[in-house]
């Protein structure tokens, strides 16, 4: 199942929600990438469409009146073919009590108020891909019981001998058919009825000597299945009936009957139920995994239960680095064996070659390291751990390798089979959709958390700011001046001296406002993000700047920077704060130079012709300023630091924290390297791409 799938054959999409606007969101979402739509407002529309059109996927608003979403999802399931229909429950509820509810009632998955699109999108596009995989198998799975019903009556038929078995004389013949069944020679006479017994599987002869004997005690047809060794040692099964023929005076005197070779019939049967099997462990282990809704829950659920499921010593999870090393992050081990849990580890032989193999989905499976064509180098990294076998699938999360799904067997080699291996790929799908999920919820908690405290705050502040504090400032600010001008000349040089002061003051403290309103303002009154281009921003500010480069015979290098999706009021403000304390703070007698460049951040899983949104750029200021010691680094962009006092350099102390305050905001970082008296060079890294939701 792939996108070109869903393209040919567009899904129709159900939504269920009692909200207009809602509806109108969701089935535009659904139309851009191609889908069918179709609405209804509640739960009782709901199961009357289902009926009607057969979406093929629901989603389902969790609190509606009449009917909400829990109830509706149980009594689709009661529909014919409502199993099989995934359900996206969409919920503002994210408590586990909720989640659970939602599972239980029949849903398949869920997702959070407030709708992040491009998930939703995503999360439709694997259920449905996952919906049609699974339909497609069902659908091969009864074509192929059908057809393997046809086959086992033909079979039958072509490998049916018939045998005669002198109980008086104790002597068996067969026909030709039921020799070669039982791998004994064309036209054979077998001596005796322990002869026969022989070349039954030792693990079935007493099951065959309990039905014959009762056959012959309770004068009942014989009937059974059981297992033959042939000469070259290979097993075959064989199903056998037959009759028990009595004299006149009561005594079982011969047995006739037929046999069947059944062998292909019977692994058909094995390998039938190892697909149930297959796919109810997968179901079990991937529900455990994805109804977690915490990343730590997610991990140490996915190695107890695969450690479970296949009996190996270990198994651990191991998150990549992008140099190719990483960090166990789970581990679950059998005692006696070696724990490596927390563990950096790096393999001397996993090279970028080999890591890009996994990168493309390759699974790596070693039955024995010791006779097998591996390095030697890799060899002796796992015999550290006391490895002989093991089984390594790639984890992704969203299209990026995040980790490996190991499994290790240290006390023997290991044959791992067909089934565990797709078992295993198939789980390391699930966490990887696990994990995204578990991800997204904790940020979006989290951010929700912080945007709600910061948002409380900056408005409290904001207005008492914008009030309390301006209004009194306003009136010394005021009646200073009229001061000044009109009793100026009558005032002594000390009364000069101290209005003089006065009016700094309240300057200083006009300022210290305006630079607290906008910190607080880059939350409060942030822009959408946009394409902004850095060299143009920072031309203006150079502009703006023009009095201050000449007043210190200052010198700016600007180099060409990208265009970016930002803010541009907040770079604008970012790149002033910048390069305005790289002019303030030269040296005496020396000049100032300035440099203003940036580089591109590669990102490591990426081709150089993509454009990827993990892409970073840095944008560098550096200067040949007085500098600062490194060890005061965290304190510079705390609200209030100065590392100087005002008499030596003006300012608020505000400047760099405004400047973190907006690189966060737009999901980066500064930071600076520097030594006294040696200049400095900040350093602002920042996404060059965003979800324009963002």
Known sequence: MNTTDLEQDPPLVLIVDDEKFTRLQLRLAMEQVGYRVVETSNGEEALAAYAQVQPDIILLDALMPKMDGFTCSRALQMLPGGDRTPILMITALEDRESVDRAFAAGATDYITKPIHWAVLRQRVYRLLQASRATEKLRQQTERARASEERLRIALDAAHMGTWDWDLLNNKISYSATAAANLGVAENATVDTYESFLKSVHPEDRQVVEQVINSAIAQQTDYDVEFRVVWADGSVHWIAARGQVYYNETGTAIQMTGINMDITDRKHAETELQRQILRSQLFADIALKVRRSLHIEEILQTTVTEVQRLLQCDRVVLFQLSSDGSGKVVKEEVVPGCTAIIGRNLHDPCFEKQYLDKYIHGHISCVADIYNSDIQECYIDFLKQFQVVANLVVPIFIKEKLWGLLIAHQCDRPRQWSQFEVDLLRQLSDQIGIALAQAQLLADETRQRQELTRANAELQQFASVASHDLQEPLRKIQAFGNRLKVMYGDVLNDQGRDYLERMQNAAQRMQALIDDLLTLSRIATRAQPFVPVNLTQIAREVLSDLEILI??????????????????????????????????????????????IYSQTLADWQSSED?????????????DNGIGFD????????????????????????????????????????????????????????????????D
Request: net charge positive; charged share 25%; hydrophobic share 35%.
């Open 630 to 693: 490194e060890k005061y680094l965290d304190r510079i962009f705390n609200v209030f630091q100065r590392l100087h006092s005002r008499s030596e350099y003006e300012g608020t102390g505000m400047g760099l924290a405004i400047c973190r305050k907006i690189a966060e905001r737009h999901g980066g970082s500064i930071t600076a390297t520097s030594k006294p008296m040696q200049g400095a060079k900040f350093i602002v890294t920042l996404p060059i791409k965003h979800n324009r939701g």
């Open 610 to 622: 993509e454009e990827s949104l993990d892409a970073k750029c840095e944008i560098i200021i550096e």
């Open 550 to 595: 000449q007043q210190t015979n200052g010198r700016v290098m600007l180099c060409e920077l990208p265009t970016i999706d930002a803010d541009a009021l907040q770079m604008r403000q970012l790149l002033q704060n910048l390069i305005g304390n790289a002019l303030k703070f030269h040296q005496p007698e020396q000049p100032p130079i300035v440099k």
